[in-house]
């Protein structure tokens, strides 16, 4: 139950990565939202890790690599934006 738990939670982050990539904007993505997620996720992978839970550690993992691309793309693309003329 929890694989599939984690499964499904953090296969909901992918359309917005595929998203905001295909699209280059991130515009309406806020950055205090992204950024404290990415923070959460990498605490409960944390403990994941602390408790030897694989289904907690596999889904922080993969959470972790998704969430992280949103952060990165938020700041990439905002970053490509202010220097355009």
Same mark, same amino acid.
């Given at each position: 139950?929890?694989?599939?738990?984690?499964?499904?939670?953090?296969?909901?982050?992918?359309?917005?990565?595929?998203?905001?990539?295909?699209?280059? =904007?991130?515009?309406?993505?806020?950055?205090?939202?992204?950024? =404290?997620?990415?923070?959460?996720?990498?605490?409960?992978?944390?403990?994941?890790?602390?408790?030897?839970?694989?289904?907690?550690?596999? =889904?922080?993992?993969?959470?972790?690599?998704?969430?992280?691309?949103?952060?990165?793309?938020?700041?990439?693309?905002?970053?490509?934006? =202010?220097?355009?003329?």
């Amino acid at each position: 139950m929890g694989l599939l738990a984690g499964t499904v939670t953090t296969l909901s982050f992918l359309p917005q990565v595929i998203k905001i990539y295909k699209s280059r =904007s991130a515009k309406d993505i806020s950055l205090g939202w992204v950024a =404290s997620l990415t923070f959460g996720v990498a605490l409960w992978l944390a403990y994941g890790l602390m408790i030897g839970e694989l289904p907690v550690i596999l =889904s922080n993992m993969v959470t972790l690599v998704l969430a992280g691309a949103i952060l990165a793309m938020k700041l990439w693309f905002e970053r490509a934006a =202010s220097t355009r003329p």
